[in-house]
């Protein structure tokens, strides 16, 4: 019995690989467009296709006009334009009740290189975004975790992504050299990103451990990107890279957007970060004899190092407690950080039918160490069911669950605050969120996304300064509409 499972469980992987998937990954190909969204990316329904994710100029508002955009593809040229508004509202709980706007909108620009010069399999690619609007954790809420991936608690215009990217070898290896940002590829959870929390993106505990938060949407840093496939249900990614997208330094009263207002101040002065994943596309269907669509699946293994100076979260350059009163307030340094992460996203049930319904699962667990890291622990799971709203075949809803722990030498920093007799500080507990979204297209082109989240501990258990108590968990009620022109 424990032999059959195991031969199926290979042919899981090696069917998921070598039936759907036979056709060479476009590598370098024009990336998907939903790759410069942070949160409520439009989730296809589960194929085992390598990429699902519709690029037909049918799925965007304006379409293709008097064939344009067919005449600038013919030569090479692809131009997408995407625009999202949210709005947020706090109806009890965190630091004060009322509604926020956010927005921001998104140019990108494709270029492949055969038609216009003839070389083959390689890509030009930048894209730009404008900011807007206020950030409703850090004015309403005081959670660790933003809301949404467009709170970005900032206004401005700045540069994204500005690479070239060249496939080789029928694009088994694909190359993106320039700025780049991370997060669109590595870290990431299919399911996951559906969500419009940011933890369910770029969690958590890289964005609090890592410079400037880390490289993450919308920043980008200098580095070169390796995708291989060494056999098509296996790929493999790495990259090494600025650690610093900001170019500041790691405690800073500045907000990240203001230290790099442009986007285009690009800092080698504090480290390398280079992060790898191995990633194993399957069909569980095969693990089954009962009668069933396919049932894909993506599991990946992944880690980065960082090779910058690190604070220590408890003591100071000469052993002191920082909290002491004899403590002289500079940090002792690290050299060096580090992460690891696993994480499943699972179809389990897509019966046959003419109504294409199907429910899926993702989980991703993340840790490093407690020394340099306010943040230790984190995981985000959840359920993302397609088809279930009855004559709405298209809508995907949405059920996630996250938290973030602080590292041991951030709760003894806490307990150590509370020793000596600290008014402004409260026992650190650890801030949970759970996050209910429905995805709805409304028309080609335009998502709406209704979001319900409730936050408990906010912010690790904070002190609200105005109230004098603990601020209080938060019910936030959300809307995001997503328009591809």
Same mark, same amino acid.
């Given at each position: 019995?424990?032999?059959?499972?195991?031969?199926?469980?290979?042919?899981?992987?090696?069917?998921?690989?070598?039936?759907?998937?036979?056709?060479?990954?476009?590598?370098?190909?024009?990336?998907?467009?939903?790759?410069?969204?942070? @949160?409520?990316?439009?989730?296809?329904?589960?194929?085992?296709?390598?990429?699902?994710?519709?690029? &037909?100029?049918?799925?965007?508002?304006?379409?293709?006009?008097?064939?344009?955009?067919?005449?600038?593809?013919?030569?090479?040229?692809?131009?997408?334009?995407?625009?999202?508004?949210?709005?947020?509202?706090?109806?009890?709980?965190?630091?004060?009740?009322?509604?926020?706007?956010?927005? %921001?909108?998104?140019?990108?620009?494709?270029?492949?290189? %055969?038609?216009?010069? +003839?070389?083959?399999?390689?890509?030009?690619?930048?894209?730009?975004?404008? /900011?807007?609007?206020?950030?409703? *954790?850090?004015?309403?809420?005081?959670?660790?975790?933003?809301?949404?991936?467009?709170?970005?608690?900032?206004?401005?215009?700045?540069?994204?992504?500005?690479?070239?990217?060249?496939?080789?070898?029928?694009?088994?290896?694909?190359?993106?050299?320039?700025?780049?940002?991370?997060?669109?590829?590595?870290?990431?959870?299919?399911?996951?990103?559906?969500?419009?929390?940011? $933890?369910?993106?770029?969690?958590?505990?890289?964005?609090?451990?890592?410079?400037?938060? !880390?490289?993450?949407?919308?920043?980008?840093?200098?580095?070169?990107?390796?995708?291989?496939?060494?056999?098509?249900?296996? @790929?493999?990614?790495?990259?090494?890279?600025?650690?610093?997208?900001? &170019?500041? %330094?790691?405690?800073?009263?500045?907000?990240?957007?203001?230290?790099?207002?442009?986007?285009?101040?690009? @800092?080698?002065?504090?480290?390398? /970060?280079?992060?790898?994943?191995?990633?194993?596309?399957?069909?569980?269907?095969?693990?089954?004899?009962?009668?069933?669509?396919?049932?894909?699946?993506?599991?990946?293994?992944? &880690?980065?190092?960082?090779?910058?100076?690190?604070?220590?979260?408890?003591?100071?350059?000469?052993?002191? /407690?920082?909290?002491?009163?004899?403590?002289?307030?500079?940090?002792?340094?690290?050299?060096?950080?580090?992460?690891?992460?696993?994480?499943?996203?699972? *179809?389990?049930?897509?019966? $046959?039918? $003419?109504?294409?319904?199907?429910?899926?699962? #993702?989980?991703?667990?993340?840790?490093?160490?407690?020394?340099?890291? @306010?943040?230790?622990?984190?995981?985000? =799971?959840?359920?993302? #069911?397609?088809?279930?709203?009855?004559?709405?075949?298209?809508? =995907?809803?949405?059920? +996630?669950?996250?938290?973030?722990?602080?590292?041991?030498?951030?709760?003894?920093?806490?307990?150590?605050?509370?020793?000596? &007799?600290?008014?402004?500080? /409260?026992?650190?507990?650890?801030?949970?969120?759970?996050?209910?979204?429905?995805?709805?297209?409304?028309?080609? !082109?335009?998502?709406?996304?209704?979001?319900?989240?409730?936050?408990?501990?906010?912010? !690790?258990?904070?002190?609200?300064?105005?109230?004098?108590?603990?601020?209080? $968990?938060?019910?936030?009620?959300?809307?995001?509409? *997503?328009?591809?022109?």
């Amino acid at each position: 019995m424990k032999r059959d499972i195991l031969s199926r469980l290979i042919g899981a992987v090696l069917l998921g690989g070598f039936l759907p998937m036979a056709a060479p990954a476009q590598a370098a190909d024009n990336p998907p467009v939903t790759d410069v969204l942070p @949160s409520g990316v439009p989730l296809p329904f589960p194929s085992t296709a390598p990429d699902s994710t519709p690029q &037909g100029w049918d799925t965007t508002l304006l379409g293709d006009p008097a064939g344009f955009r067919s005449r600038l593809k013919a030569h090479g040229i692809r131009l997408h334009l995407q625009d999202v508004e949210e709005l947020w509202g706090v109806a009890s709980g965190g630091m004060s009740r009322g509604a926020t706007y956010d927005g %921001a909108t998104i140019v990108t620009l494709n270029i492949d290189t %055969a038609p216009l010069f +003839g070389w083959h399999d390689g890509l030009f690619n930048i894209s730009a975004i404008q /900011l807007r609007g206020r950030s409703a *954790t850090e004015d309403r809420v005081g959670a660790i975790n933003t809301l949404s991936g467009y709170d970005a608690g900032g206004r401005n215009t700045r540069l994204f992504e500005l690479w070239y990217g060249q496939g080789f070898w029928n694009n088994r290896l694909d190359i993106r050299l320039g700025a780049i940002d991370p997060d669109t590829e590595f870290l990431v959870s299919d399911n996951a990103s559906l969500f419009l929390n940011a $933890d369910f993106g770029w969690p958590g505990v890289p964005s609090a451990n890592l410079y400037g938060g !880390g490289p993450s949407w919308p920043l980008s840093v200098p580095g070169v990107r390796a995708r291989i496939i060494p056999t098509y249900p296996v @790929s493999i990614l790495v990259g090494v890279m600025d650690d610093n997208p900001t &170019g500041g %330094a790691f405690f800073s009263e500045r907000s990240v957007l203001d230290m790099n207002p442009t986007g285009t101040r690009f @800092s080698l002065s504090t480290g390398v /970060l280079a992060m790898a994943e191995v990633d194993v596309s399957v069909d569980a269907a095969v693990l089954s004899d009962a009668p069933s669509g396919a049932l894909p699946g993506v599991w990946k293994l992944g &880690g980065f190092y960082d090779s910058g100076a690190f604070p220590d979260r408890r003591y100071d350059t000469q052993g002191h /407690l920082l909290a002491a009163s004899d403590s002289n307030g500079q940090p002792l340094m690290h050299h060096g950080n580090w992460m690891i992460y696993g994480i499943v996203d699972q *179809t389990f049930w897509n019966p $046959d039918g $003419d109504d294409p319904k199907a429910a899926s699962v #993702f989980a991703r667990i993340m840790g490093t160490g407690g020394k340099q890291n @306010s943040l230790s622990f984190g995981v985000q =799971v959840g359920f993302t #069911f397609h088809g279930i709203v009855p004559w709405r075949p298209d809508d =995907v809803l949405g059920l +996630g669950w996250g938290m973030s722990s602080a590292g041991s030498r951030a709760w003894n920093f806490n307990r150590d605050s509370l020793e000596s &007799g600290a008014d402004d500080v /409260l026992p650190l507990r650890t801030e949970h969120h759970i996050e209910l979204t429905w995805q709805a297209p409304v028309w080609n !082109g335009v998502v709406v996304q209704p979001d319900f989240q409730y936050i408990h501990h906010v912010g !690790g258990g904070i002190l609200n300064t105005s109230t004098g108590r603990r601020v209080g $968990d938060a019910a936030v009620f959300g809307l995001n509409v *997503t328009t591809s022109f």
